[in-house]
């Protein structure tokens, strides 16, 4: 067994997958032999579920049926809709909020008592926990903000149903669009920790509402998820200096902070889902007839690119995206989780269909040969 030290596992084999794949020196990502290209050109969030879920793209009829069958779980329990109403009126952190959430979900699954690793059960479930996370998250959001929670529809699809949800108001085609699109460049991206935490969790043949409650914890550090929210509570920032981008990075730099949104701990080179959301910020922007957060974007990528040879990650991006649909700063990381909550049911399948317990090994570095004292010695 090698010694050799890989702190944070990077590097480190631990798993066969087919779920994705990512090149990062050539910046491709690809859903089972799909590359996210195409995926998000082509492809539904639904559609890439299925995808994933199953192994292969719906036809017409199955994609239907799958839909209906999503659309008919999104409402929630009144007891969980308790709980979410409590949270809100304590002012929980969003991500907590939903970590707590989805942990009650459970008591009210038909299959809570099914064997960890029955597949079809996982499926069933699979589908209720993604089908209600955008519901709580719009009703958590509303009720927070002193609104009422708005029911959902049955006759939107997932990505319109919750923009709806949280604004009381039908999407246009193109916010519903591009939100989907969004949700699709998510929803799967190899072993990151929060999808590594699910499995982990699931490697213990836990249920898998405990896994993807581990997942959620997980994604709700500011090293993973949070760092799209991060990255526009920057943009305000530069915004609200009336200084020039590059000026503001520069100063910035020069005091030992961070810039949010660039470098990966797998790509080398752009992010290809930043590439997408790049496009989608533009076109928001312009379509608003405001390009401002397009621009400094762009400003600040070209100075990170030259200067350090630093390339934007999807967060990068995806945060002027979402800020010019009107979402609030403080929901990215929850709606990043609505979109990952798919690989991570994914990868849980994979895990529970050929399991190992999943215990890696520390280097100890401590003291050794202590003698024990007694009370009067110590």
């Not at 009829?61 to 709980?83: I, N, P, S």
């Amino acid at each position: 067994m090698s010694e050799e030290l890989k702190k944070g596992l990077e590097g480190v084999l631990v798993a066969e997958s087919e779920l994705s794949y990512i090149d990062g020196d050539e910046g491709k990502l690809v859903y089972r032999g799909y590359t996210i290209e195409d995926l998000a050109r082509d492809a539904s969030y639904e559609e890439v579920l299925y995808l994933l879920w199953h192994g292969r793209l719906p036809n017409r009829d199955e994609l239907a049926t799958f839909r209906d069958d999503m659309a008919a779980h999104r409402d929630l329990d009144d007891d969980v809709y308790d709980l979410v109403e409590d949270l809100a009126a304590a002012d929980e952190d969003p991500m907590a909020a939903l970590r707590t959430a989805v942990s009650e979900l459970s008591a009210f699954d038909d299959d809570a008592d099914a064997d960890p690793t029955d597949r079809d059960a996982n499926l069933r479930k699979g589908k209720r926990i993604t089908a209600k996370i955008p519901t709580i998250v719009a009703a958590f959001t509303r009720l927070r903000d002193g609104n009422d929670a708005v029911e959902p529809r049955e006759d939107l699809d997932h990505a319109a149903n919750f923009l709806y949800m949280l604004n009381d108001e039908e999407p246009d085609d193109v916010l519903a669009d591009v939100f989907d699109q969004a949700l699709v460049l998510h929803a799967d991206h190899g072993l990151n920790a929060s999808t590594f935490s699910s499995m982990v969790t699931s490697s213990t043949l836990a249920d898998l509402h405990s896994a993807i409650t581990s997942a959620v914890g997980t994604l709700s550090g500011s090293l993973h998820g949070g760092a799209n929210a991060n990255v526009m509570r920057m943009l305000k920032e530069v915004d609200d200096s009336d200084m020039d981008p590059v000026e503001w990075v520069e100063d910035a730099l020069d005091r030992g902070d961070r810039v949010m949104g660039f470098g990966h701990r797998v790509y080398n080179v752009k992010d290809p889902r930043a590439k997408i959301l790049g496009e989608q910020s533009e076109d928001l922007g312009e379509a608003a007839g405001d390009t401002k957060w397009y621009e400094m974007s762009v400003a600040i990528e070209n100075y990170m690119a030259e200067e350090k040879g630093l390339a934007p990650n999807v967060d990068f991006y995806s945060a002027s995206t979402y800020y010019q649909m009107g979402i609030p700063v403080d929901i990215y990381t929850p709606i990043f989780a609505m979109s990952r909550v798919g690989g991570w049911i994914a990868h849980v399948l994979e895990q529970y269909e050929d399991n190992r317990l999943i215990r890696p090994r520390a280097r100890y570095v401590g003291e050794e040969d202590r003698e024990f004292p007694d009370f009067d010695e110590r």
